[in-house]
């Protein structure tokens, strides 16, 4: 079965810019995540999707990031404006259901903020 | 507050011996524990996991055990190979609530 789809895979923008990130999950997966991986850290939920409706966005800066999922498939994340502190890799990730434990990742996009 | 935390960044480990990789949390809350592997430029592949019930789980040439009492849960694989040079991040979950991962720690396998 195909993976978890992200693209691009690296973006680099200035300061004040914006940025979007597009994510495929799995087929038949209800659930999908967006994480933050700054470098040396472990991921960080932003948000988490069952179909197209909010389960989890406690930790999504909700004053510049954005995430919305239509129609319950693929999903975009978008930063306005970007931050110097916002440079991490956006992995986003999906699982069968929110009570599954496991986790399927993507290959990640690398954002540089310059 | 880092409720899961890897001490080790690093770790280099001769081929063919036993590679202990370690993880310990604070919340007493956490129920269930996975460790992650992560190629770069990968994304983190699941690899082993255990509930709060049990103290073992096998699976191939990974083994992770869980200590409740301490508070702390540990990855074996044995025997080592160099595919096995990867990160590694240990997570943790309490009931449906979000994963909460660890930094990660940084395994080398030397030939």
């Known amino acids: 079965e195909a993976g978890v789809a992200q693209s691009p895979r690296y973006k680099i923008i200035e300061k004040r810019q914006s940025v979007a990130f597009w994510c495929n999950p799995i087929s038949g997966h209800a659930t999908l995540y967006w994480y933050q991986q700054i470098l040396g850290q472990g991921p960080k939920l932003l948000i988490q999707?069952?179909?197209?409706?909010?389960?989890?966005d406690s930790q999504l800066p909700k004053d510049r990031f954005s995430a919305e999922r239509l129609k319950g498939v693929d999903s975009t994340l978008k930063i306005q404006p970007a931050k110097l502190e916002d440079s991490a890799v956006y992995l986003c990730?999906?699982?069968?259901?929110?009570?599954?434990?496991?986790?399927?990742f993507g290959p990640g996009t690398r954002l540089t903020v310059t | 507050d880092q409720q899961v935390k890897q001490n080790s960044p690093s770790l280099s480990v001769q081929e063919g011996r036993i590679s202990i990789l370690n993880c310990d949390y604070t919340?007493?809350?956490?129920?269930?524990f996975l460790w992650y592997k992560k190629y770069p430029a990968e994304g983190p592949t699941f690899l082993i996991s255990?509930?709060?019930?049990?103290d073992k789980n096998e699976d191939v040439s990974f083994t992770v055990f869980l200590d409740k009492s301490a508070k702390h849960l540990s990855l074996h694989i044995v025997p080592s190979q160099p595919g096995d040079s990867a990160v590694y991040f240990c997570a943790a979950r309490f009931g449906n609530e979000k994963l909460t991962f660890g930094t990660g720690t940084r395994l080398t396998i030397i030939p």
């Open positions: 255990i509930s709060s019930i049990k």
């Open positions: 919340n007493s809350m956490f129920d269930y």
């Open positions: 999707f069952q179909n197209n409706g909010v389960v989890d």
């Open positions: 990730a999906s699982s069968t259901g929110t009570f599954v434990y496991e986790q399927y």
